[in-house]
């Protein structure tokens, strides 16, 4: 874990509101351990937002780490106003990470909503013959094709591009067998009607979620989520709430209460 | 370079920055980023007689220049302070100051009772009678000056350990608290816990926090923490430690001139949780620059207009 | 467009888009700025009894988020705002609210009976027992529920206009000085006046403000008026008017669900006159985007999680 | 009076921590009325600072509005990092002028101290046969000639330029006649011993004082001075006190008390 200044080498907007940052970050791409981490970014230097912005790794390359973000309020806003060759600071890498994607007797579903696509095409870009679905409300916001061809599916809310309808809807139009394994990051209503659809179908689900971070390091007790069964995990000071920032933020699809 | 030392009670600390409770778990977290043995003290999360699981999510919110947060005193009860933490501290160099909230008298003296009970290196003990977010965070006494007294004067009974009473900014006369708290024997106050606070959103109508209400804390405080720790300045005469909004080297000067004799650092922390060794930089050379002997010397040193 | 108007008492205000006491002057100032006939009232600086010429400089400091003020009631006096500014509201049609401060029950009584004994067309009076800065302040009566009531009580008698007791957020217990505003008979309460704070300048160790202690206001206070009208919602059956940090449409969205019926804007002023008319343009085009028919239907409607 | 979104036309520091900056207020430009008057400044729309910031103005051609302003803390740090091109928020102008410099019978002596050179620029421009006299803490952020034989006479501090000492020293190598007539902005220590002196000397002079300001337009009545003898001015509520942004910041010289 550590702090860096970082110099931004590139800063564009991919789709509607959608942008894509790399900088230039070697501590915490050395420390990087894969897809599901994140970054906790500060865009300046003034106490106005006194708190960090999580925001997942896209990718990491050498030095290079790489994250795609929508703006939503003021400092994501602040963030796309930034130049090329100025820094930011960033706290990382932070979080658990996706894990058995990569075992071969897994065929991986990668479902993606909204922004929630960064973590998600971070597997994606490792993984071997993965099915893909990526969700948005309108075809402004996609930057991909839909390809059902090659497993890629695209779904829009109103119906402007892919499948009309959210990533539940795309889902029907694949088989899906008792390999299947959900990998999952998106909003909270989508997260949870997966975890309804894996336990129902009786296949695997990981689910990234995410929470209010205040600190994202373990320390203001801020993001918890109730888990479902009570486990304990090490850095938890209780039974019934996980930490996000520490514990997760991806879960085993049976591990987590919503709403 | 210059004297950081300060003296709470008979402890001597090497310098005046600690960190404040709730902001920095049991100081067992997240040594990669923060040296731990350049703290002046680590003041732990409040410890209750029982574990707590604290408050549903979400519990905390941004507002401007400052951030609501209402845990719920989540905490891993005494027993396991007990048999996880304080094994711990032993090893450790740096000086800790146990928080401890309750909801009754009682509860507060059996958990000094048990810690008191075993050996430690423990160095003294902060009582949470402040803590805005649950029935049992102790406001009933932080509001109140008979109780304040009494139970200070309960628990001095129990320990030869440092007492400091943590007060709350959410009453009418914090002096008549503090004053209360020195009556009743204990060795300093802090000052301030969190400010109660609340915020909405907009869109959709809901609370940003599970319990409506919350705990206001950041740089939008300091200037009530500056004005709470002045009050008690003038009113008292053992040492305040200040706390509220301090992000920087300028910040503790300007408690110190307030009143102060050291600080916690909170809020600031979930930023950057290596943040007080810069401040602990910037002030030796702010000291250094201003040819200031002694951090001490400027305790209460503000030059007022009247 | 949304119904945007407000009722409090029997009056019925256009819009609920008010400026607050001590940052609008007599509202005869800076007409070039902003077309004070669109705005909801106009509450004007508190007045005494006699002329006093306010507190010495340095009389505001900036702070995160905030500004700390000691204005010190520096005010034209009772007989000078009969005289010079009544005749100049008999020619404007925004409702004018005359803010009153006095240091006894008799100096309050002996404003609003000189004002009363003359014909005017001032809406209604707000009562300060809220302002930190002065000896004078009426906060002794801010923080007694006893003394708030018997005040209220007295003013009623004097008086069919409308009577709106300004409460302080420096007190334990709010609601209670509230609930004694409202047994006393008053119309309504506004909350909140500023936050008691203090600034050091840690270059020249100097106290920023001349009186040491200030009032602190602006965004960094939004979450404690926000609180305090909430818990004040609960509390009392009279409508409340919602003071601290408003700077936009949202924040005055979010003091009317978390219960005020009408808000004032204050140091937001000082930023930018014209504030008002944005605030007020913003704010129709979010009712009428949320398809909401009258912002009264918003009052209270905060969803809690409990 | 108005507020004005305005656009930067140039940037640029003129000497050690001193800068130039020029913007496109037409609207502010055409309701001059002279130097004295002054601005407040909007630098972002953030609300950390919620306050403005008084800038004098030091020039007005055409739309075109100067200011000269020196880097002290957060706002005007974030000033000079402004590009031309960007836009800022302004309201003006404000406040009083000097008067009386384009007499016949007056024989200026324009006094500048640190910053307070941005208004006795002002008057310089458009004053037949001054005086001035510039008065910096070193050479470094000086950014004119020292040039008594055109009546140019710059002071420094620790001596490495013009005369050593403050403009106090340099009035005295100037003949001082019973027209002359002081027109200064500065440092309240400069104005306070400027005023003794005039006083002592009873010669004429116009002080143009700061004072903190929460608005600049006569909301706050924070920014007040303390009369010498309680005239009462047309915008004060009271005798005692002036309003600086209102009835200032030009004062006559035994108008005001210091310190
Ligand atoms: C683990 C994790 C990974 C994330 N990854 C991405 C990503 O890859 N791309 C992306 O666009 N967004 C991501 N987000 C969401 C992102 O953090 C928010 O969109 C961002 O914080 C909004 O900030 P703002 O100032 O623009 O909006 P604001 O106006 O401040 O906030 C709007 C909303 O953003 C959310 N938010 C604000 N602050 C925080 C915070 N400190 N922690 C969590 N949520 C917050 C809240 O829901 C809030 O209501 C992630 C969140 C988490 C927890
Ligand atoms: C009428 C007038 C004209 C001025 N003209 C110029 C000029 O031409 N060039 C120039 O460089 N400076 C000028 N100043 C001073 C300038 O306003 C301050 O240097 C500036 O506000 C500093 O802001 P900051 O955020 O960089 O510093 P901060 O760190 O915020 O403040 C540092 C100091 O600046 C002063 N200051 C801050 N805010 C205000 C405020 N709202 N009103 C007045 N003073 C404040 C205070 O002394 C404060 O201690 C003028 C001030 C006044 C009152
Ligand atoms: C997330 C969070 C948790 C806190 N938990 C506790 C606590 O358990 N006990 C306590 O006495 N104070 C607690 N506090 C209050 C802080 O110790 C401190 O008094 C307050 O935050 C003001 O300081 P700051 O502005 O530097 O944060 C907590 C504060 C925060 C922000
Ligand atoms: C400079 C200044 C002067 C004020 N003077 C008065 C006053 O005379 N009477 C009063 O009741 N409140 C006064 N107030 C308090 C405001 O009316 C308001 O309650 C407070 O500023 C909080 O609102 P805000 O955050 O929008 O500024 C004053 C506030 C400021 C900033
Ligand atoms: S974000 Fe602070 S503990 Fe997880
Ligand atoms: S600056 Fe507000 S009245 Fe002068």
């Given at each position: 874990m550590y702090i860096e200044n970082v110099t931004i080498s590139s800063n564009e907007e991919i789709a509607m509101g959608i942008w894509r940052m790399s900088m230039n970050a070697p501590k915490i791409a050395a420390a990087y351990i894969g897809p599901g981490q994140f970054i906790n970014i500060l865009p300046n230097d003034n106490w106005e937002h006194p708190i960090r912005r999580p925001m997942s790794i896209a990718s990491v390359n050498g030095n290079i780490v790489e994250i795609i973000y929508k703006i939503f309020g003021d400092m994501t806003h602040q963030l796309s106003r930034k130049n090329s060759g100025e820094t930011i600071n960033i706290l990382g890498p932070l979080g658990n990470v996706f894990t058995e994607w990569d075992k071969k007797e897994v065929d991986p579903i990668l479902i993606g909503g909204g922004v929630g696509l960064a973590p998600i095409l971070n597997v994606y870009e490792s993984c071997k013959n993965p099915i893909m679905i990526i969700g948005a409300k309108t075809a402004a916001e996609h930057f991909m094709e839909h390809d059902p061809k090659n497993n890629i599916y695209l779904t829009t809310d109103d119906g402007s591009m892919g499948i009309a309808g959210n990533a539940l809807k795309a889902i029907d139009?694949?088989?899906?067998?008792?390999?299947?394994?959900?990998?999952?990051?998106?909003?909270?209503?989508?997260?949870?009607?997966?975890?309804?659809?894996?336990?129902?179908?009786?296949?695997?689900?990981?689910?990234?979620?995410?929470?209010?971070?205040?600190?994202?390091?373990?320390?203001?007790?801020?993001?918890?989520?109730?888990?479902?069964?009570?486990?304990?995990?090490?850095?938890?000071?209780?039974?019934?709430?996980?930490?996000?920032?520490?514990?997760?933020?991806?879960?085993?699809?049976?591990?987590v209460t919503f709403g | 370079m210059a004297d950081l030392s300060v003296k709470i009670g008979d402890m001597i600390?090497?310098?005046?920055?600690?960190?404040?409770?709730?902001?920095?778990?049991?100081?067992?977290?997240?040594?990669?980023?923060?040296?731990?043995?350049?703290?002046?003290?680590?003041?732990?999360?409040?410890?209750?007689?029982?574990?707590?699981?604290?408050?549903?999510?979400?519990?905390?919110?941004?507002?401007?220049?400052?951030?609501?947060?209402?845990?719920?005193?989540?905490?891993?009860?005494?027993?396991?302070?007990?048999?996880?933490?304080?094994?711990?501290?032993?090893?450790?160099?740096?000086?800790?100051?146990?928080?401890?909230?309750?909801?009754?008298?009682?509860?507060?003296?059996?958990?000094?009772?048990?810690?008191e009970a075993v050996s430690s290196n423990i160095v003294g003990y902060e009582i949470n009678i402040s803590c805005p977010n649950v029935k049992e965070g102790g406001m009933e006494f932080g509001v109140d000056c008979e109780m304040t007294e009494k139970l200070t004067r309960e628990?001095?009974?129990?320990?030869?350990?440092?007492?400091?009473?943590?007060?709350?900014?959410?009453?009418?006369?914090?002096?008549?608290?503090?004053?209360?708290?020195?009556?009743?024997?204990?060795?300093?106050?802090?000052?301030?816990?969190?400010?109660?606070?609340?915020?909405?959103?907009?869109?959709?109508?809901?609370?940003?926090?599970?319990?409506?209400?919350?705990?206001?804390s950041g740089p939008a405080i300091k200037p009530v923490g500056l004005a709470c720790v002045h009050?008690?300045?003038?009113?008292?005469?053992?040492?305040?430690?200040?706390?509220?909004?301090?992000?920087?080297?300028?910040?503790?000067?300007?408690?110190?001139?307030a009143g102060s004799c050291s600080v916690q650092v909170g809020t600031a922390n979930f930023r950057n949780p290596g943040i007080t060794e810069i401040i602990l930089n910037d002030l030796n050379n702010y000291l250094d620059e201003k040819g200031i002997d002694s951090i001490s010397s400027l305790i209460g040193s503000v030059m007022t207009h009247d």
């Open positions: 139009e694949i088989d899906v067998n008792e390999n299947s394994f959900i990998f999952a990051c998106g909003p909270e209503p989508m997260l949870h009607a997966l975890q309804k659809y894996a336990i129902g179908k009786n296949i695997r689900a990981q689910l990234s979620v995410e929470s209010y971070m205040g600190c994202g390091v373990g320390l203001c007790q801020g993001c918890v989520i109730e888990r479902q069964n009570g486990q304990v995990q090490k850095h938890s000071y209780h039974e019934k709430y996980s930490l996000v920032c520490l514990d997760g933020p991806v879960y085993e699809c049976s591990e | 600390f090497k310098n005046p920055i600690f960190v404040a409770s709730g902001t920095f778990g049991y100081g067992t977290e997240n040594p990669e980023l923060v040296d731990i043995s350049k703290l002046g003290a680590i003041v732990t999360k409040s410890i209750t007689l029982n574990p707590r699981e604290g408050n549903p999510p979400p519990r905390i919110v941004e507002t401007s220049s400052g951030m609501i947060n209402s845990i719920g005193l989540a905490n891993i009860g005494v027993e396991k302070y007990i048999s996880d933490m304080l094994p711990i501290y032993e090893e450790m160099d740096t000086p800790i100051i146990m928080n401890i909230a309750g909801s009754s008298m009682t509860e507060y003296m059996d958990v000094m009772k048990k810690v628990l001095r009974k129990l320990t030869d350990r440092l007492l400091i009473m943590k007060l709350s900014p959410n009453v009418t006369d914090i002096a008549g608290i503090a004053t209360s708290s020195e009556n009743g024997g204990a060795d300093a106050v802090s000052a301030i816990n969190t400010v109660v606070g609340m915020s909405i959103n907009h869109t959709s109508h809901f609370s940003d926090i599970h319990t409506t209400f919350g705990g206001l009050k008690v300045y003038r009113a008292v005469n053992i040492p305040i430690i200040g706390i509220g909004g301090i992000v920087n080297s300028a910040d503790v000067i300007e408690y110190f001139l």
